[in-house]
């Protein structure tokens, strides 16, 4: 497991929205949600690979703008009767200062 | 481009916006719009700047929202055509843009009976005829075809408007979120819909007025606010190592 990555000051990130952050191998969405937590996920929907940050946040799930799964933001699995998982990533909040982790191989 | 009504001035902008962020696919639409597609979420706020700068607001295709009022050319340029039904269809889009509904919602008018703009499956539909107009309500082209029925005869525009209000205003305190006018209307039955808007003068009255209300800020268009730099930060992406 990698070192926590500074990403962005928690401000920086719309309530109920999301921010992408690019890596070297993929995009990452960073999700925060009405009460202020955050969460990251791979900013690809299970299904057909939809971009989840474009989505909208509802508790601490996100639509897929393309077909409307629902994805949970914790775990990754789809919700409901679809079936899929994209990847989840570590995140923590200190000092108004989000930070990421991303394992490494 | 309410009613589908556009200028060359208008139809450039759009061209020009198309160009300069190298919009991949362009549609006209069942709604009489125009279409952008496959474009890249961070160049939505310019866009919006260049397109609300040339006068253009959202179409709310994405919401519970009206939508458009399709239009024929009415008695303008068609022998046919009874009424001003292109006039007619901007103003229903002026009175109804921007307003949150149950579910989508879409108007049209039609010039005269052959009904070119398709209003008996809108959810309210105007056909002009050469004695006023005809309301129709609760239609839908949908996965389930429904035609309209018919609400009343009216003899002026202004009671078009004033019907619709109405009509519009009672199908949001009425209906279930989700549920389209179709489906209401089959549900609560169209006597019930009659008795409130036709018999009841003063309660149709009424539902106007508080749609008017609604409407003032409402009114507002959405795109503009991110155009002028609401929540910039989520359109660009934050790049690490």
């Known amino acids: 497991m990698s070192d926590w990555i500074e990403i962005t000051q928690l401000d920086e990130i719309p309530v109920l929205g999301s921010r992408v952050v690019k890596t070297a191998d993929e ?3 960073i999700f925060r949600t009405s009460d202020d937590r955050i969460f990251a996920v791979k900013d690809a929907c299970p299904h057909k690979q939809g971009p989840l940050s474009q989505g909208i946040v509802h508790g601490t799930a996100i639509t897929c703008p393309l077909h409307n799964w629902k994805i949970d933001l914790a775990s990754g699995e789809a919700l409901g009767a679809d079936e899929g998982c994209t990847n989840v990533y570590d995140t923590k909040v200190e000092n108004n200062m989000v930070y990421l982790r991303i394992p490494v191989d | 481009m309410f009613g589908g009504l556009c200028t060359p001035s208008d139809l450039r902008a759009i061209a020009d916006v198309a160009d300069k962020y190298n919009v991949p696919e362009m549609k006209v639409t ?3 719009r125009i279409d952008m597609f496959g474009i890249q979420k961070g160049d939505l706020p310019a866009m919006w700047k260049d397109l609300s700068e040339a006068g253009f607001v959202s179409g709310h295709t994405y919401g519970k929202a009206m939508r458009t009022c399709k239009t024929c050319v009415g008695d303008t340029w068609c022998r046919m055509g009874t009424q001003d ?3 007619l269809g901007i103003k229903l889009e002026e009175l109804t843009w921007g307003s949150w509904m149950p579910h989508k919602y879409k108007l049209a008018v039609s010039g005269c009976p052959r009904n070119c703009a398709e209003a008996t499956i809108k959810d309210f539909g105007v056909v002009c005829v050469e004695s006023g107009y005809e309301l129709h309500v609760g239609g839908n082209g949908g996965i389930k ?5 018919f609400l009343t005869k009216v003899e002026t525009e202004e009671e078009v ?3 619709c209000g109405a009509f519009s ?7 279930h979120y989700l549920e389209r006018t179709a489906p209401w209307v089959e549900r609560v039955g169209l006597k019930k819909i009659k008795k409130a808007i036709i018999d009841d003068e003063e309660n149709r009255k009424a539902l ?4 008017l209300i609604s409407q ?5 268009d959405p795109w503009k606010a991110h155009a002028e730099g609401k929540n910039a930060n989520e359109f660009i992406p934050i790049t690490i190592e």
Do not use: C, M
């Open chain 2, 169 to 175: 205003q009672l199908y949001r305190e009425d209906a």
């Open chain 2, 85 to 87: 039904s292109t006039g």
């Open chain 2, 30 to 32: 069942g709604g009489q």
């Open chain 2, 145 to 149: 075809v429904r035609v309209t029925d």
């Open chain 2, 161 to 163: 408007l004033e019907y």
């Open chain 2, 216 to 220: 003032k800020p409402a009114q507002i």
């Open chain 1, 27 to 29: 995009n990452i969405a």
């Open chain 2, 208 to 211: 106007h007025a508080r749609f």
